[in-house]
T-cell receptor, first 114, second 114 residues
Framework: NAGVTQTPKFQVLKTGQSMTLQCAQD?????MSWYRQDPGMGLRLIHY???????DQGEVPNGYNVSRSTTEDFPLRLLSAAPSQTSVYFC?????????????FGPGTRLTVT | AQSVTQLDSQVPVFEEAPVELRCNYS??????LFWYVQYPNQGLQLLLK??????LVKGINGFEAEFNKSQTSFHLRKPSVHISDTAEYFC????????????FGKGTKLTVNP
């Protein structure tokens, strides 16, 4: 299994540009989530999904969109990038409750918005 | 909603000394508790988890944590640290039967000096 994969690893955007961060997992996990990591702030939840077709907002959802059309993929879209969205983004997945409790994290995407 | 407080943002120690990283949580319901480690420029790796049962939990790399319900704490300990333990450590909480969100503390940077 490849686990949780994220692309790209690095990205530089100009203010106002849009882009999609890709996340995929091959473990048949129903629960997937996106976090951003900023120095001194820990990881903050952006959006999460408990299964295909179901998404919900986390702590810091503004400026981001998600959709979940398949179990495997959970892309994160930045609609109009802002310097405040400069961060490291992590995708994670977890089996259904009762079959596992810890989240498995991808390697991250480092995004810089200029 | 649940929350996590990691009481120390930085902890410097000497090699072979014991260390304790403190974590307190807040929740109105029962919780699952986790410690993750992040080595420089890497993703997050699970150190240990508390789901139920024995309040003393052993993890990888010689770490252990104790769940204290009355104090709402889940402190991480290691009796003798190595240089290779230098990393950032995150405490996280998820509510049992709740929204399945995993909420992180802001992290503690452990630096082990020779």
């Amino acid at each position: 299994n490849a686990g949780v994969t994220q692309t790209p690893k690095f990205q530089v955007l100009k203010t106002g540009q849009s882009m999609t961060l890709q996340c995929a997992q091959d473990m048949n996990h129903e629960y997937m989530s996106w976090y951003r990591q900023d120095p001194g702030m820990g990881l903050r939840l952006i959006h999460y999904s408990v299964g295909a077709g179901i998404t919900d907002q986390g702590e810091v959802p503004n400026g981001y969109n998600v959709s979940r059309s398949t179990t495997e993929d959970f892309p994160l879209r930045l609609l109009s990038a802002a310097p405040s969205q400069t961060s490291v983004y992590f995708c994670a997945s977890r089996p259904p409750r009762g079959r596992g409790y810890e989240q498995y994290f991808g390697p991250g995407t480092r995004l810089t918005v200029t | 909603a649940q929350s996590v407080t990691q009481l120390d943002s930085q902890v410097p120690v000497f090699e072979e000394a014991p260390v304790e990283l403190r974590c307190n949580y807040s929740s109105s319901v029962s919780v699952y508790l986790f410690w993750y480690v992040q080595y420089p420029n890497q993703g997050l790796q699970l150190l240990l988890k508390y789901l139920s049962g024995s309040t003393l939990v052993k993890g990888i790399n010689g770490f252990e944590a104790e769940f204290n319900k009355s104090q709402t704490s889940f402190h991480l300990r290691k009796p003798s640290v190595h240089i290779s333990d230098t990393a950032e450590y995150f405490c996280a909480v998820s509510e049992k039967g709740g929204s399945e969100k995993l909420v992180f503390g802001k992290g503690t940077k452990l630096t082990v000096n020779p």
